[in-house]
């Protein structure tokens, strides 16, 4: 049986705790959180704490902390040369205290508090010092049925910033298109299915091959026609700025 | 029965095709197109012609041809007094000659050539000038399992501007992380996941809602050395830009 003790209480701390109780090699055999009162509903599951001291030893420490506070907390934990890993997208291995075997654990995909989250989904990224380590970390993710990657503290950064364009950017897309179709009668629920076959499509094609539209046609009325029909100029901007982009990549403009 | 020609011979029509031919009551009874080899290969389940004056009386007419030639088009057809309906997003219903009885039957919807499309998936913005029309196009749309909407033409242009948004820009979105991914030695297909679970997660819950990231938490840092990291000018406008966009809604910059 592997032990591990998840040491915070946000979204990626929760949903490791739901993944590992479910398998059958891994258990969780504590959860640490210096504010008590977030992890108290899981007390009858698991030992919880929230003073240092009292963490028990494991073969894993996961520390799903903020970004800011992985270099400190991994110093001022009471004891060395175990398996401590952390789970963030942009923070380098070697932030974590020399005094321990360190790795990264970092699952490339959005958690939301309330969404339950099926791990076949959500690849991991993992990163160790040492051999051993890596293998230990893979078995782990295998065991709850995620994908894994060998990812270093470079490849991995790129990741987290090329995340943020096909998430909050893209979410952010979506939102202009909310703003554009309410604030002109019409609904936006209706792109739903669009929004969806969109980010299938790519789960085949290259986002290249999949481009359509008016940008890539290079198709100057339609376009002239919708810059007409924007009433702010934000969103102006935006569509000024991705046909554009559409349009370097297709080869009708120069950067 | 309720007879269809089609006329046109894009994804759209093709996929019209394939939708009605499957239907219980309603059936595709000719199909035109002015070259008549790019339908050649359904000449054995239809009848197929490209000759205007060949065109059969039937219940229905579909122009699922481009948008500029829709309205010489309508008018070169040799009958009135028939329903003739266009398919598209951005061409107004009274660009259709004033003799037919007139509608739109917008699919909204991204259609690729190859890609069988489940029509249950597939909306269908329907506007007609006769009330009897409109209800002859929903049942139509029923038939092959779409969900049907209302929808006049300035809407349905706001929708297709909306849906450049939701699809283009945001396939844009995921080339331009392709590019960073690939460029920096990191793997593009680890963010399909994530691609997924962004546009299932707007199904549910609006994009205001959904949106997380530096952005919109306002985390410097976190922005600073995302644009450090990019290598492209290009690349650095569209995050600027988003991450304005982002901090705009979430109420940290003003318009």
Redesign the interface.
Known sequence: MISVVILGAGNVATHLFQAIQKTENTRVLQWYNRHIDAIKTYGQDVDITDNLYDIKEADLYILAIS??AIKSFSSSLPFENRLVVHTSG?VNIHDLDKKHKRGVFYP???F?KK?KMDFA???I?IEALESEDYHFLKKLARSFGSPT?K?NS??????H??????????????????E??ES?????D??????????????DI???M???????RGDK??IN??LE??Q???HK???N??TK??Q??HGRKK?
Request: charged share 20%; hydrophobic share 40%.
């Open positions: 970004d800011d942009c490339l995909q959005s939301s969404a989904h959500v690849p990224c990657k990812v470079d490849q991995r950064k790129v990741l910033l090329a995340a943020v364009y096909v998430n909050n950017f893209t979410n952010q897309l979506y939102r202009l298109a909310h554009i179709t002109q009668s019409a609904e936006f209706l792109l739903k299915p669009l929004i969806l076959e969109t980010a299938k499509k790519v789960q290259s986002p290249y999949a481009q359509t539209g008016p940008a890539k009325k339609t026609n919708h029909l924007l702010s100029e934000h901007d935006v569509y700025l991705l982009s559409i370097i990549t950067l």
